[in-house]
């Protein structure tokens, strides 16, 4: 039989998608993979490539009666996890963070299986912090790797943060700036935390414009459902062309028409933007844990790809003048495609596969 790993992930996107990407090329070289989860990870989950999904209790809690009841919930979720394990015969577990990985991986450790920690962020989340002192192998996203505990620091490997297979085909077709007078295509993303000021603010942006720019705007934006019919009517009244919708499924074919994004700059976005080869305006979100959002544009920026505003900074009137200064210079917006794709890794997940099946069979 083949040997099985078990993907370990958090229940919001920013985990799972790049969870996805390494059990895809997993199973692509034979393995047998099962997802261990939470209920939020079911929404990101329906075409994830897993023989079985472990649904393990997990919590997270503060205070002294909060951190009481986590930590039950996270006993009773590795002695699931120790027995799942052992019914299945698991090789070695990869976590990619989030307190719903938790289980999965003390359990692994305690039990003296292989254990691989992903992080996507240029920080060290929570639970990946406290874990990757004692497993096998930490990857990381990116150079850096903040808040890393001293055993952690300088064994990291930088693999990168995989993105889905439609994405990676981006990193292979070339980036065309608008000419002038052609359609100039801006692609509006938002994640569901604190992606208000964007749905408010990055329409009215867009609207204050100079109106030879403006009428040559191709808009494609997420929105909060309370901002829709808003969004929809500061472009109406722009002469805007604009497509306003709350998700948007099929996100590889808007990254690839795509002149420039503006959004926010969490580790999956910043990795599909740089293998996309896209420049972007990017907010990162303010309340993000140690600051990690900031930290995670810094290659894109260092690099020239992007050009950050924090949110103390956001205005109508400073967003508009810096979309006015991208989108009128070919040039600019062709060298910001170059700097991108630079510091992309498009074979994150064959390089996290690597490390994996390395650390299995070193075990």
């Not at 292989?114 to 406290?130: C, D, F, K, S």
């Not at 608008?178 to 603010?201: F, K, M, N, Y």
């Not at 609207?207 to 969004?231: G, M, N, Y």
């Not at 989108?327 to 490390?355: F, G, N």
Request: hydrophobic share 45%.
């Amino acid at each position: 039989m083949s040997k099985l790993c078990v993907v370990a992930a958090g229940g919001t996107g920013g985990h799972m998608f790049p969870a996805e990407a390494l059990a895809r090329e997993m199973a692509a070289r034979g393995w047998r993979v099962v997802l261990a989860t939470d209920h939020r990870g079911e929404q990101y989950a329906q075409g994830f490539p897993a023989e079985e999904r472990l649904a393990l209790d997990a919590a997270t809690g503060f205070g002294p009666l909060g951190l009481v009841k986590a930590g039950v919930a996270i006993f009773k979720g590795v002695m699931q996890a120790r027995d799942a394990f052992d019914r299945l015969g698991a090789d070695v577990v990869v976590g990619f963070g989030g307190y719903p990985s938790a289980p999965a991986l003390v359990a692994a450790v305690t039990s003296r299986r292989p254990t691989v920690i992903h992080e996507q962020n240029a920080v060290l989340g929570r639970t990946n912090r406290i874990l990757a002192p004692y497993v096998n192998q930490v990857a990381s996203s990116f150079p850096t790797l903040e808040r890393a505990p001293a055993r952690v620091q300088g064994r990291s490997h930088v693999v990168g943060s995989p993105v889905r297979a439609e994405i990676r085909a981006l990193f292979d077709r070339p980036y065309v700036a608008p000419t002038t007078d052609a359609p100039v295509h801006v692609l509006v993303t938002g994640g569901s935390q604190g992606a208000r000021i964007l749905s408010e603010t990055t329409p009215r942006a867009l609207a204050a414009l100079p109106e030879p720019l403006r009428r040559r705007l191709k808009v494609q934006q997420q929105s909060r459902p309370e901002t829709l019919d808003a969004a929809r009517q500061i472009y109406l009244d722009a002469g805007i062309e604009a497509e306003v919708a709350p998700f948007f499924r099929d996100m590889a074919q808007r990254l690839s028409t795509a002149h420039l994004v503006v959004g926010r700059s969490g580790a999956s976005t910043c990795a599909e933007l740089a293998v996309a080869a896209l420049p972007s305006v990017l907010i990162p979100l303010k309340i993000a844990t140690d600051d990690h959002q900031r930290l995670n544009a810094r290659a894109l920026t260092d690099a020239g790809a992007a050009e950050v505003i924090l949110e103390d900074d956001l205005t109508v009137d400073r967003l508009s003048s810096t979309l006015a200064a991208v989108l009128s210079d070919p040039q600019r917006l062709s060298a910001m495609s170059a700097a991108a794709r630079s510091v992309a890794i498009p074979d994150a997940a064959q390089r996290l596969a690597d490390l994996t099946e390395a650390t299995a069979g070193r075990t």
